[in-house]
């Protein structure tokens, strides 16, 4: 009986709620006003006005780029060359919001093959100066330089026993000069190293190697000798000092110091000098004099009696090549008249002679005739 009753009460709950229900959505749908004409909507509210928009600001001038032209490009002092690189040099840059010209210093840049660098420039267009920036571009390597090549460097090596130092030069490569550290040669007998030089021919130049060449038994015109250095000259009581001369030994001048000698009683040294003779230098050694005066010359030589006497000068003498003969002077050769020609008598050594000097032969006019007097010791 208690459960028909529960279930009664249960049912009646369950109707009522869906009666409920049903009332509750019948009330939230949108209610259509079907008549003619309808009474207008109220108007929104009207949007509050706009912010007043803040004053715009005066427009900037147009900056069109610098009107003058750059200032003098500034010097750079760099190392005059690196290898494998090529100076780029520095140039002025316009900085437009400062309105003015800032420097922007010079670089290396590496090489490259083929390529030069063009600079960048400034050029005025429409009133106002444009920048052509730099760049690179073609360009075919020359085999041969047109330009000089730049100063040698300054080496200094120092003194190697048994060594001659061949010294540095520049070397055209790829289009562009290159430096070539000098180095050390061993000597080598009868033999001396010639720097090799750049020449110029035509519109290039071009490069000759050194080598090595024979020495010259006597140094020719272009070598003289060097100046003497500086000696301490004190002799002593009972000496005087024979001053110190260059000699030339395998090729180049090599200093023979000087030395205190005894005085020789009623004599005087003369020292020995280089002189010019037959295209080269050549040194006459110094020696003792006699200070006393001269013995009168050798007797005259005529042609033999009866032949004709020369009325005219003799022909001019013949060139003798000779080289320094130690403990010998050379006695020249001359002109001699045989009768109706002249006849050509070649020099000859003569062994040095203490305290004697060899005077030449010598061809005089007296009168209307040639008189030959003869050479001798005196």
Do not use: C
Not at 149 to 178: H, K
Not at 206 to 212: C, I, L, S, T
């Amino acid at each position: 009986m208690r459960s028909q009753l529960h279930r009664l009460f249960v049912a009646t709950g369950l109707a009522a709620a869906a009666l409920l229900g049903t009332a509750a959505s019948s009330s939230a749908q949108v209610v259509r006003d079907h008549r003619q004409n309808p009474p207008p909507a109220a108007p929104p509210p009207a949007a509050p006005p706009p912010a007043a928009a803040p004053p715009a600001a005066p427009p900037r001038p147009v900056d069109y780029g610098p009107r003058e032209a750059p200032p003098p490009v500034r010097e750079e002092r760099h190392e005059e060359r690196r290898a494998g690189y090529v100076w780029i040099a520095g140039r002025w840059d316009w900085r437009r919001p400062e309105r003015r010209w800032t420097w922007t210093p010079g670089r290396w840049d590496r090489e490259r093959i083929g390529k030069r660098w063009r600079e960048p420039r400034w050029e005025p267009r429409d009133g106002t100066y444009v920048l052509v920036e730099g760049d690179w571009i073609d360009a075919p390597v020359p085999r041969y330089p047109t330009g000089a090549p730049p100063a040698l460097r300054d080496e200094r090596p120092g003194v190697r026993a048994g060594f001659v130092w061949t010294r540095g030069r520049w070397d055209w490569q790829a289009g562009n000069w290159q430096w070539i550290s000098g180095h050390w040669e061993r000597e080598r007998s009868q033999q001396r190293w010639t720097e090799g030089r750049w020449e110029l021919r035509g519109d290039h130049w071009e490069w000759n190697d050194g080598r090595w060449a024979d020495v010259p038994k006597a140094p020719p015109l272009d070598q003289p000798p060097p100046p003497p250095p500086r000696e301490e000259t004190r002799a002593g009581r009972g000496h005087v000092f024979v001053a110190g001369h260059w000699s030339w030994e395998n090729g180049k001048y090599v200093w023979q110091r000087g030395q205190r000698v005894r005085i020789q009683p009623g004599m005087h040294y003369e020292p020995g000098q280089w002189v010019q003779r037959d295209g080269a230098w050549s040194f006459n050694d110094g020696g003792w004099v006699s200070d006393a005066p001269p013995s009168p010359p050798p007797g005259e030589y005529r042609p033999p009696a009866g032949g004709p006497r020369p009325s005219a000068p003799p022909p001019p003498s013949r060139e003798e090549r000779t080289e320094t003969r130690s403990g010998y002077v050379w006695a020249r050769g001359h002109q001699e008249w045989r009768g109706d020609h002249w006849e050509w008598i070649a020099g000859h050594w003569e062994p040095q002679r203490a305290q004697l000097t060899w005077y030449d032969g010598r061809w005089e006019q007296r009168g209307n005739e040639w008189i030959y007097v003869e050479g001798g010791w005196r």
